[in-house]
Each structure stands twice: as structure tokens, then as C-alpha cells.
């Protein structure tokens, strides 16, 4: 299906990228031809970030060659990003966001054919998305948010969108949206547009991908038709040496008294890890913030926190960005180490310390800013800074989010060692591999719960089941 | 989101209603034509160095010089643009430029703007006493006439408000450019990586506050007829003032040039309601900030209400 012959859109040759001794990329040959869906995984930190920002034109290579078959940049040459991180402006309507990257609308009444476009680009990936091309982005859920942002990234712009990189596109939307996205994506490509799909969810990957690249170190380890690859070679490909699932059938274990009990219905006991699943945005985050709002005082935080909260929105309400990564991990527990009002340092780093051995946190020393880290460890901080904390309580909302598959590994055992410790857990998660983790699932729909499963009962076929209302469609 | 929430515009123009109707309420008489012209012709400069001070905070800086600015603006006004026009142009548009390469700097050298602005309010200021060792100039006389006209039907600051009202909303809110400057101020980043170059946008943004803080300037200066190194100082707070009661926020873009003047309008007959309270002058610059305070927690607690 795809036509050999044709032009590479893009063509790195040997490609490397360096920040300061780090190799970031190193070396990297690849080209893209139009009908490609290259599927891009890797590690955090394998580089995959690095390679978009090369070809897409957001930073010069240190080495090697990129060449576009139309234009001398990027841009000219129709080569459209969308990130994982969302990067919108939240203060411009939906319409004005596609002005921002769309020069061409100009002159007075740009405003209705800005409209047009969005709408037609959001008809043909979500149809039936119900967004609003005038309503301010801030007003949208994360969810819509990234639709837009996909729409932007494969609206005509004036141009032509001829290769469009999504860098992990689906990890805010729920199942039925991502199959949308994915079979745009899949007619899109059969059109003769080219696409690089990054994600960490192997499925989905499989699903679209032509062919498929890994990335390891830098360097390209493995290339290959995407049939040539089985879901367990990929993972051994990245380097992650994935140990067999623990059986979540431990035997029966026993919990403690009950430390959570809400109007809705969910309860958690001592040592237990409860899962909270469902269609994103069915109230799930709502009734976790409400559980741990309901939990602390604004007024006065004691010794002794009873809950604490790990975010899965890492850049809105997770890291502290100014602070090092020590100190992002210790803010939560500054009013146990403090002596008198004062910080005590040598306690605090002896923390820091501990917990980026325990989590395996990818950086030489603490000090740094934590926005050198990538977003998975990023993440690994702010689990360090739940669990340093003595509070019995952790509440996670969604907060694997864009996190690779090893960082997912390290934090189950961590979970679950905790756990066996006498913590107990409330995850939202809206992977229901993750989910299936948990000894105790409660389903979300609409607001309400309308499942409780437990052990053996928790399933992807009773998730789905208690997700979706199984009458008839009205 | 509720009503209120979403049209931010409403509760700038319910301040201003409530503020207007107690004002003629204890002074009946200032419900004429000449009476408003006299409640509010000092708003028109005041309304300009607003949208200045708007344009800046649209990109997520803050001006601590505009006061300082605008004095300086005055006294060139006074006296070279009186005695010698084209000289007069050219140290406005060479002020003008100036702010525009402050910005750059600003943006090139990642300087917060705070301290930039702080620092420059020295410059501005000596630059002014320098002009103007003590208070005096004239007015041109074209400036002079263009802030006495009496239009019909209503009075000159009522009209010029709403012409500045127009004029920005459609630069800011309307237009293109306008939109990928407020973009800079959501979101530098997306704007940069859709190809714009942000040290420019940014140079933009400073230029048009330049501007905006020029034709203050000059209006305060068509206004009083004469100026002083020290003549607008107090813009600096008020004009920051005015952006956050007209429901601008100080990050993320957030702005509104119509709200931004009506702002400048409120703040102008607080002044003038205060002293209808027969209020001592004292008390004044206090009073004013409670109302400040009053205004803003009244939308903290609408925009709380909205999230929940």
C-alpha cells in the first residue's frame, strides 16, 4: 500500500542531537515516504522527543543531515506536531487557536473561515465531538482539549498537512475517541498522508503503525514492518525486560478497617488498593478531589496529613517547575522533618536520597531542576512525594499518564509493596491494564458508580460491561 | 461555567452602573451633558495608558515605568511638540521604538519585566525633569482644541472612551495579529512553534504599549495645558488597577481593551464619588482601594461560584 517509489517526505541521514556530554540522539537514519504510519517507541529518555523536535524543526541537529522534499523548513514542507503535552493557549477560542499556526487567515472576517476549518477538521477525526469553535479552550475538558489540538495538527492550514507527528495523542482520550483518532489516522494514511505515531500503548501502536521503530539510547535498535514485530519482542526491543505479571490472585489478603467511606459509595480498607475505572470523565477525578479536599484542612496542615494526592495533570497541579527535584520530593513532608519552624536539611536531602534509589529516579544528583527530568520521572517525584509522606491515604488520579512501560513496572511493585505495608490506595486510572491491578474496582458511569468488582470478577469484559450503558440506543 | 464567568465584561460595566447611578444619586446636577464631561474628561488619559498597561500585561509582563512613561510623554508634548512639531514627532516616535526594543530585551534576555520597568521608570523620570525642571509648557494648540470639543449629544470623554474602547477591541480582540499576541500571552510556546517569531511579537506588544502611553501623554497634556516631570506617577498603579477591575488577569492573556477602559472610567469617578461623600482627601487613596478590593473579591467569589 505504500508506493516505494515515491519521494521520502523527510529524510534524516545519520541524524544526532547533543546537550552538552548527553547524547540525546545519536545517530539516527530513517525516512518517511507518504503513506507511512511509522510508529515511534522507546523508553522515556530514549529520544523519541528529540527526533520529533528534529524533523519537525524545533531544534538543529548537531550532526547529520534532514532534508525535506519541499521547502527548506519544516513548516513549508507541511510537517505538523502534536504534542503530549498540550500546547494550546487557553485564553483564545478553539477558532483563534487555529489562526495562531494558520497565517494565511487574514484581513477583515477571518474569524468564519478560521470556524469552517476547525469544525470540518473536528468533523472528519471526532464526529460527533460536540466542540464548540468559539468557546475558550480553558473551558474544555483535557479530553476535548487534545481533540483539538489533533484537529488543529490535521487541518489544511492553508497548506496541506502532509506528515503529522503524534507524540502520545491518545493519553487523555478514552476508548472510543482513540479508535476514532486511530481510524483517521489509518484512512488518512491510505490517502497518501504520512504519519508518526508515538505511544506507549503497544495496542494502539499495532493497530496503525506500517512499520514500527524502537528507539533505544538514542539510537534506532530495531525497524521493522509492524508485522514483524509480536507485542513481547517490541517490549524486549526497548530493554525492558517486562519480569511476568505478579498474579494479582496473591490469595486473598487480609484488609483492616475500613478508612474510607463516601456518600457515593466508595469504600477502601486498611492495605488495600482500590481502583477507580470507566470512560474518562465520568466523574471519577471529581469524587477523588472532593474525597481528599474533604480529607485536609485549607487551614491548617497537621503533622500528621491523613490523605495525600498524587496528580495525574503533572504540569498544572503537579510539580513545583522553579524548584530542584529534592526539594519536590520533600515539600510534603517539611512539617514532620522541621525543628522549631526550621528546615532540617541534612533529613530532608537523606529523603530526597532514599526515595530516588527506591523509585529509580533517572538524574546524577537531586539538585537539579526538576524540569530536567523527563515526564516520566517527573512523575516518579511526585509518587516519591506521596509515599514519603506518613499519610495512611493515597489518592492517584490518573497519574500514568504519558508514563513508559518500565516506570509503570517500578510503580506497581512500589504500590503494592507499599500497600502490603498497611497503605491504602484510590487509583484512578483509564488503563484498565492498570486497573486490573487493584483488589477492589469500582466502575464509573455518568457520576455514579455502577459496579463494584472485586478479585477475580475484575476483568476488561466487566469494566467494559459496567462502562457502557448495555440498553439499546435510544 | 455560569453567566458570569463566561461574559467577564459584565461585572466591569455592573461596577460602573452602581458606581454612576450613587454619584448622580447624592449629585443630581452631575446628570448633564456638562457634568459628565467634568466627571470624566481626566479618564481619557487615564483609559489610555490603561490600554498601555493592558498591552503589556497581555503578554505577561507588568510596566512599573508607564507613570513615569507618560510624564515624560507630557513634557515632550509641552514643549518641543509645541515649539517645534516635527522635532516633537520625532522624540515621541523615537520613545516609541524605544519601549518596542525594551520589550525585545526583555524577551531575548528572559529579564523579568518587573525590574526592567522598575529601572526604566528612573530613566523616564530623569529624562522628564530633564525636559521640564519645573512645572510648566503649553499645549499646542490643535491638542488644546481637540480635548475641549464639544460633539453633540455626548460629552468629549464619553465619546473618545468609547472610540478607544473601539479602536483596541478591534486590534486586540478582533483582529489576527491581535489574537496571536494574546496567543504569546496563553501560551508563548504553541506560538513559537507555529512558526512566529515571539521577540518580535513581543517588540509589538511594547510598541503598541509605547504608543498607548504617547497618546496618554498627550491628552493629559491637551487637558491640563501644561506638565510636570511628576504629572502622571500615579498612572502606574491606577493603570494596573484599571486592567484587573476591567477583568484582565495578570497571566495567561486574559484581557479585555473594553473592560480595560471601563475600568479606567470606575476608577476615575471613585475619585469623584469619594469627594461627593464629602469624604476628607485623606482618606481618599484608601477609600479607593477598598472599592478596588470590593470589586475584585465580588469577581473572585462569581468566578469560584462559575468553576464549581
Not at chain 1, 464548540?132 to 484537529?151: C, G
Not at chain 1, 525543628?339 to 534509589?357: H, S
Not at chain 2, 497581555?58 to 515649539?83: E, Q
Amino acid at each position: 500500500m505504500t508506493d516505494r517509489e515515491s519521494a521520502p517526505l523527510v529524510t534524516l541521514t545519520d541524524a544526532a542531537r547533543h546537550f552538552g556530554p548527553v547524547r540525546a540522539l545519536d545517530g539516527v537514519s530513517l525516512s518517511v515516504h507518504p503513506g507511512d504510519c511509522i510508529g515511534l517507541v522507546g523508553h522515556n529518555g530514549a529520544g523519541k522527543s528529540t527526533l520529533v523536535n528534529l524533523i519537525n524543526g524545533g531544534l538543529a541537529p548537531s550532526s547529520g543531515e534532514i532534508a525535506f522534499d519541499a521547502g527548506a523548513s519544516a513548516l513549508e514542507a507541511g510537517v505538523r506536531s502534536v504534542f503530549q503535552e498540550l500546547s494550546l493557549c487557553p485564553n483564545l477560542t478553539v477558532a483563534e487557536n487555529l489562526r495562531i499556526s494558520h497565517s494565511g487567515l487574514k484581513g477583515p472576517g477571518w474569524r468564519r473561515p478560521a470556524r469552517a476549518e476547525i469544525a470540518r477538521s473536528l468533523d472528519t477525526i471526532f464526529p460527533g465531538h460536540g466542540i464548540d469553535p468559539d468557546a475558550e479552550v480553558d473551558t474544555l475538558s483535557i479530553a476535548e482539549r487534545q481533540m483539538v489540538e489533533i484537529a488543529i495538527g490535521f487541518a489544511p492550514r492553508g497548506t496541506e498537512a502532509r506528515l503529522v507527528i503524534l507524540d502520545e495523542p491518545t493519553s487523555s482520550l478514552d476508548a472510543g475517541i482513540a479508535d476514532q483518532l486511530l481510524s483517521h489516522v489509518r484512512r488518512y494514511c491510505s490517502e497518501g498522508g504520512a504519519v508518526i505515531f508515538i505511544s506507549h500503548m503497544l495496542g494502539e501502536v499495532f493497530e496503525v503503525a506500517t512499520r514500527i521503530i524502537v528507539l533505544k539510547d538514542g539510537k534506532a535498535v530495531a525497524e521493522r514492518a509492524a508485522g514483524g514485530f509480536t507485542r513481547q519482542g517490541l517490549v524486549d526491543a526497548m530493554g525492558h525486560v517486562t519480569a511476568d505479571t505478579p498474579e494479582t490472585a496473591e490469595a486473598a489478603r487480609d484488609f483492616g478497617a475500613e478508612v474510607v467511606r463516601t456518600d457515593q459509595g466508595l469504600t477502601a480498607r486498611e492495605g488495600e488498593v482500590v481502583g477507580l475505572s470507566g470512560l474518562a470523565g465520568h466523574g471519577q477525578a471529581v469524587a477523588l478531589a472532593r474525597l481528599y479536599l474533604s480529607r485536609t484542612s485549607s487551614w491548617h496542615a497537621g503533622r500528621r496529613p491523613e490523605v495525600v494526592f498524587v496528580a495525574g495533570d503533572r504540569q498544572r497541579d503537579g510539580i513545583l517547575p522553579l524548584w530542584s527535584i529534592l526539594r519536590n520530593i520533600t515539600v510534603s513532608i517539611l512539617p514532620q522533618g522541621a525543628r522549631r519552624g526550621l528546615v532540617d536539611r541534612a533529613a530532608e536531602t537523606r529523603v530526597a536520597q532514599d526515595w530516588k534509589a527506591r523509585i529509580g529516579i533517572r538524574t546524577e544528583d537531586v539538585t537539579n531542576p526538576v524540569l530536567s527530568l523527563s515526564g516520566g520521572n517527573q512523575q516518579k517525584v511526585l509518587f516519591a512525594r506521596a509515599l514519603a509522606s506518613p499519610a495512611p491515604v493515597v489518592i492517584m488520579d490518573d497519574p500514568m499518564r504519558g508514563v513508559d512501560v518500565g516506570t509503570k513496572q517500578d510503580v506497581y511493585a512500589m504500590i503494592r509493596a507499599e500497600a502490603a505495608r498497611g497503605r491504602t490506595f484510590l487509583w484512578y486510572s483509564t488503563e484498565t491494564e492498570e486497573v486490573c491491578q487493584c483488589d477492589r474496582v469500582f466502575v464509573f458511569r455518568n457520576h455514579e458508580i455502577s459496579a463494584e468488582l472485586t478479585g477475580a470478577e475484575i476483568t476488561e469484559e466487566r469494566i467494559l460491561e459496567a462502562s457502557f450503558e448495555m440498553q439499546e440506543a435510544s | 461555567m455560569n453567566f458570569l464567568a463566561r461574559h467577564r465584561i459584565i461585572l466591569p460595566v455592573v461596577s460602573l452602573a452602581v458606581l454612576l447611578a450613587a454619584t448622580f444619586w447624592m449629585q443630581p446636577r452631575a446628570m448633564s451633558y456638562f457634568g459628565l464631561n467634568l466627571l470624566f474628561n481626566l479618564a481619557v488619559p487615564i483609559a489610555l495608558a490603561t490600554i498601555a498597561q493592558m498591552m503589556i500585561i497581555m503578554v505577561n509582563d507588568i510596566d512599573l515605568s508607564l507613570g513615569a512613561f507618560v510624564s515624560l510623554a507630557a513634557c515632550v508634548t509641552a514643549t518641543f511638540l509645541n515649539d517645534a512639531p516635527v522635532v516633537g514627532l520625532l522624540i515621541l516616535l523615537a520613545l516609541i521604538l524605544s519601549y518596542a526594543a525594551l520589550g525585545a530585551v526583555i524577551h531575548a534576555l528572559e529579564l523579568p519585566a518587573i525590574v526592567v520597568t522598575l529601572g526604566m521608570s528612573f530613566v523616564w523620570g530623569g529624562l522628564a525633569l530633564f525636559i521640564l525642571p519645573s512645572p510648566g509648557g503649553a499645549s499646542p494648540d490643535w491638542l488644546r482644541t481637540l480635548m475641549t470639543v464639544k460633539p453633540p449629544f455626548a460629552p468629549m470623554a464619553v465619546v473618545a472612551a468609547v472610540i478607544i474602547a473601539a479602536v483596541t477591541h478591534l486590534l486586540i480582540i478582533r483582529s489576527g495579529i491581535g489574537t496571536v499576541l494574546r496567543g504569546v500571552g496563553g501560551n508563548a510556546r504553541s506560538v513559537a512553534r507555529a512558526g512566529w517569531s515571539v521577540i518580535r511579537l513581543k517588540a509589538l506588544a511594547y510598541a503598541l504599549a509605547g504608543l498607548f502611553g504617547v497618546l496618554a501623554g498627550m491628552a493629559l497634556v491637551g487637558l491640563t495645558t501644561s506638565a510636570d516631570a511628576n504629572i502622571a506617577l500615579r498612572y502606574t498603579l491606577l493603570s494596573i488597577a484599571g486592567v484587573i477591575l476591567g477583568g484582565g488577569e495578570f497571566t495567561g492573556g486574559k484581557v479585555s481593551p473594553t473592560g480595560a477602559v471601563i475600568g479606567a472610567l470606575t476608577l476615575t469617578l471613585a475619585a469623584s464619588f469619594l469627594s461627593f461623600m464629602r469624604l476628607s482627601p485623606d482618606w481618599q487613596i484608601g477609600a479607593q482601594g477598598a472599592i478596588l478590593i470590593l470589586v475584585l473579591t465580588a469577581r473572585l467569589i462569581f468566578r469560584q461560584k462559575g468553576a464549581a
